[in-house]
C-alpha cells in the first residue's frame, strides 16, 4: 500500500568526488527500488546530480541506473517531484518527458495528507551574498545558458566537475544539528511563517546537514543531510516526519 511520502536531496551521482560513483548510484538504485511498495511521493530536493546539462539534441553521458529506475517508479504510479538544487539548474524538457518527473524550479508549497509543506534546495531563500545572488540569476538567465550551449561538451563538462570539487573543497561546511537563531534560513522561515501560518513544515537540502528542529510549537525546519556522505532521507507517514539512514543494502 503506497501511503509514505519521501524526501531526500543531495545525492550528488557522477561527483568526481565519490570514490566509486557506480556502487553510489546502485545503492540508490536499491534504496529507491526497497521503497516503491510504500510510496506514493517522492521529493527530490535538488543536487540529485553533480552536474547536467540538456543540450537540444543530447544529454550527458551516465546516470542509466538511476534514470532507469526513475522511470520504473513513474510508470508504475509513483509521483516523482524534482527540485532543482545548484548543481542541476540546467534541466530543461528532457527528463520530464523521458522520466515522467515534474520539475520544479524555485520553492514549492504542497498539502499532503492535510499537512502543509514549503519545499526548496535550499541556496534560494534567506539573505544571500551579493555574489552568490548574482550567480543563481546569472546561471538561469537564458542569454548565458544560449552562450554556454554554443560551447563544445568536452570542455564545459570538465569544467564544470572541477567547479563542483574545487567549491566542496573551499565552501563552508556546516556541521550544525540545530539551526542558531542567527541563522539565514531560519530567519527567512520565522518571516515567512509569521505571513503564512498554515505551513507546518519547511523541508531544505543543500547543507548537508541533518536538522529536524521546531520553530515553535507549530512549525518545523528540515534540512535532510545527503545521499553520499550520510545516507540520510526525509519521511513523512501523516502524522510525523522522521529522519532515516539508508540501511546497508
Not at 531526500?8 to 521503497?35: F, K, N, T, V
Not at 499532503?112 to 514549503?118: A, L, P, Q
Not at 561546511?173 to 507546518?200: C, G, M, N, W
Amino acid at each position: 500500500m503506497r501511503y509514505l511520502t519521501y524526501f531526500i536531496s543531495d545525492l550528488h551521482l557522477g561527483a568526481s568526488y565519490i570514490p566509486d560513483a557506480h556502487e553510489h548510484e546502485r545503492r540508490i538504485c536499491r534504496w529507491l527500488r526497497s521503497i516503491a511498495p510504500t510510496a506514493r511521493t517522492i521529493y527530490m530536493l535538488g543536487d540529485v546530480l553533480d552536474y547536467w546539462y540538456e543540450y537540444r539534441y543530447v544529454v550527458p553521458r551516465g546516470f542509466t541506473r538511476f534514470f532507469g529506475t526513475i522511470a520504473e517508479l513513474t510508470d508504475s504510479g509513483v509521483e516523482i517531484v524534482w527540485l532543482k538544487g545548484n548543481h542541476d539548474i540546467w534541466i530543461f524538457d528532457y527528463l520530464p518527458a523521458e522520466l515522467g518527473v515534474k520539475v520544479i524550479d524555485g520553492s514549492f508549497i504542497t498539502d499532503i495528507n492535510g499537512t502543509v509543506f514549503f519545499m526548496e534546495h535550499g541556496d534560494g531563500v534567506g539573505e544571500m551574498r551579493a555574489s552568490y545572488r548574482f550567480m543563481h540569476s546569472l546561471f538561469r538567465a537564458r542569454w548565458a545558458q544560449f552562450l554556454f550551449s554554443a560551447i563544445h561538451p568536452r570542455w564545459t563538462v570538465n569544467f564544470a566537475h572541477k567547479w563542483s570539487g574545487h567549491s566542496r573543497a573551499t565552501g563552508k561546511q556546516f556541521t550544525l544539528t540545530s539551526v542558531p537563531e542567527s541563522d539565514k534560513l531560519l530567519q527567512f522561515v520565522k518571516r515567512y511563517s509569521a505571513s503564512h501560518p498554515h505551513i507546518k513544515y519547511y523541508v531544505f537540502g543543500h547543507r548537508h546537514v541533518v536538522v529536524n528542529q521546531k520553530v515553535n510549537p507549530d512549525v518545523s525546519i528540515i534540512i535532510l543531510g545527503d545521499c553520499y556522505e550520510k545516507m540520510t532521507y526525509g519521511v513523512w507517514n501523516g502524522a510525523e516526519f522522521l529522519i532515516k539512514k539508508m540501511e546497508t543494502i
